[in-house]
C-alpha cells in the first residue's frame, strides 16, 4: 500500500491542486461538493443497467431475491467502498451481463494505488441515472481512511426508447479512484430529481441503440453464459 505522502500527492495530482496542506483557507466552498471534499478528475467508470430490476450485487456468497409484491427498494441499493482484493472477495454479483461488467471492472483495479466505489439503485424504466462527480475527504484520506461521495442527477431516457413507466430497473456505477487507502468508514452520494447542464440530448442512433440512453448496457435476455 502506497504510504501517506504518495497518497497525497496522488489525491493532489487528482484532484487538480497543487498541494493538501495548508491551504484550506484559501478554498471556496461549492454548493455540488461537503465543504472539505476535494473532486476528483483522474477517475475511471464502469455502469450498466439490467431491466429486469433484480440485485446486482451485494454482501455475501448470494444475492437477495425480489418477490413479485416485494419492490424492496433497499434489496436493489448498494454502496461499497472496495480498498483492498479482499473487500471484492466478499462481494456477490449478478450472473448477468451487467453484473459481470461491474464485476470485471472492478478485479481490475490495482488496490496498491486505486480504490474503488461502487453504487447500485433502483430507477423507473423510463428514466436514466447519469454521474455527475466523484470527490474524497481528503483530511480523512491522510489517516488512511477513503470518505469518497459520488453526484448523480435522473433525467428522462430518449423518446425512442421503448419502455414501460410502471417497470423498475436497476442501474450500477463502479468508479475507480487514483487514490489509495487502508480501509474506509463512510461514503456518500447525492442524488439530483433533475440533469440540467451544458451537455445535449441523447440523439437516437439506431446502430448504437443497445446502450439504453445512458451508456449502460442493458441486459434484458436472462442469464448470460
Known amino acids: 500500500m502506497v504510504d501517506v505522502p504518495r497518497r497525497r500527492a ?8 497543487a498541494a493538501l496542506a495548508g491551504c484550506a483557507g484559501s478554498e471556496t466552498a461549492s454548493n455540488s461538493y461537503p465543504s472539505s471534499n476535494r473532486p476528483i478528475d483522474g477517475y475511471e467508470l464502469e455502469k450498466a443497467r439490467d431491466e429486469r430490476g433484480g440485485a446486482l450485487v451485494a454482501s455475501g456468497d448470494e444475492l437477495p431475491s425480489l418477490s413479485a409484491d416485494e419492490r ?22 449478478a450472473g448477468t451481463r451487467a453484473g459481470e461488467r461491474l464485476r470485471t471492472f472492478l478485479a481490475a483495479t490495482d488496490f496498491e494505488s486505486s480504490s474503488a466505489y ?12 447519469r454521474f455527475r462527480s466523484v ?10 481512511d477513503l470518505h469518497p ?16 413507466a410502471d417497470e423498475t430497473h436497476t442501474v450500477g456505477f463502479a468508479i475507480r479512484l ?3 487507502a487502508e480501509r474506509s468508514t463512510g461514503s456518500g ?9 451544458p451537455e445535449p440530448p441523447a440523439v437516437f442512433n439506431a446502430s448504437v441503440s443497445g446502450t439504453g440512453g445512458d451508456g449502460a448496457s442493458p441486459d434484458t435476455d436472462g442469464d448470460d453464459a
Not at 10 to 17: F, K
Not at 135 to 144: C, F, H, Q, R, W
Open 72 to 93: 424492496a427498494f433497499q434489496r436493489r441499493s448498494t454502496r461499497r467502498v472496495l480498498v483492498a482484493d479482499e473487500d471484492l472477495d466478499e462481494l456477490a454479483f
Open 149 to 164: 461521495h459520488a453526484d448523480f442527477c435522473q433525467a428522462y431516457r430518449p423518446a425512442d426508447v421503448d419502455c414501460d
Open 189 to 197: 452520494s447525492g442524488m439530483s430529481g433533475s440533469c440540467r447542464g
Open 10 to 17: 496522488l489525491l493532489a495530482a487528482a484532484s487538480g491542486i
Open 118 to 129: 461502487l453504487l447500485a439503485m433502483p430507477v423507473r424504466a423510463c428514466r436514466e441515472v
Open 135 to 144: 470527490s474524497v475527504e481528503p483530511d480523512e484520506l491522510a489517516n488512511d
Open 178 to 180: 487514483p487514490v489509495a
